[in-house]
C-alpha cells in the first residue's frame, strides 16, 4: 500500500503564500502519478493539481492555473504544492491522492488518500 501525510498548511493573508508538502511510502514512489483536491465546509471537493510519476505531465485546475505550482522530489518520496496570490476563496482541507494512472489522479478517483491539511486565506 501507499500511505501520504500533508503538512504545511496554515493561516495567511490574501495575497500570500504558502507551501504544501505530500509525503509518500510503502511503495515505489517513482512510478505513482499524484495530486491534490480542496473541500470548504458545505462543499463538494475539487481538483487543484496532479502531476505524472515522471514529473513530465502536469495539470491544474483553471481557478489556480498561475498561482500554483505543483512538483515532486522522487528522491524524498514528496509532492509539492506552491501555492502564491492566495485568496479568500481558496480556504478549505487540502488533500494528496496517488495513483498508477494519472487520470484517475484527474478525476478524484485516486486509490490512495491522504489525512488533509488546513489552508485558512483571511481578507
Known amino acids: 500500500q501507499v500511505q501520504l501525510v500533508e503538512s504545511g498548511g496554515g493561516l495567511v493573508q490574501a495575497g500570500g503564500s504558502l507551501r504544501l508538502s505530500c509525503a509518500a511510502s510503502?511503495?515505489?514512489?517513482?512510478?505513482?502519478?499524484m495530486g491534490w483536491f480542496r473541500q470548504a465546509p458545505g462543499k463538494e471537493r475539487t481538483f487543484v493539481a496532479a502531476?505524472?510519476?515522471?514529473?513530465?505531465?502536469?495539470h491544474y485546475a483553471d481557478s489556480v492555473k498561475g498561482r500554483f505550482t505543483i512538483s515532486r522530489d522522487n528522491a524524498k518520496n514528496t509532492v509539492y504544492l506552491q501555492m502564491n496570490s492566495l485568496k479568500p476563496e481558496d480556504t478549505a482541507v487540502y488533500s494528496c491522492?496517488?495513483?498508477?494512472?494519472?487520470?484517475?489522479?484527474?478525476?478524484?478517483?485516486?486509490?490512495?488518500w491522504g489525512q488533509g491539511t488546513q489552508v485558512t486565506v483571511s481578507s
Open positions: 491522492t496517488a495513483d498508477q494512472i494519472l487520470g484517475a489522479v484527474r478525476a478524484g478517483n485516486g486509490d490512495y
Open positions: 510503502g511503495r515505489t514512489f517513482s512510478k505513482i502519478s
Open positions: 502531476i505524472s510519476w515522471t514529473g513530465g505531465l502536469k
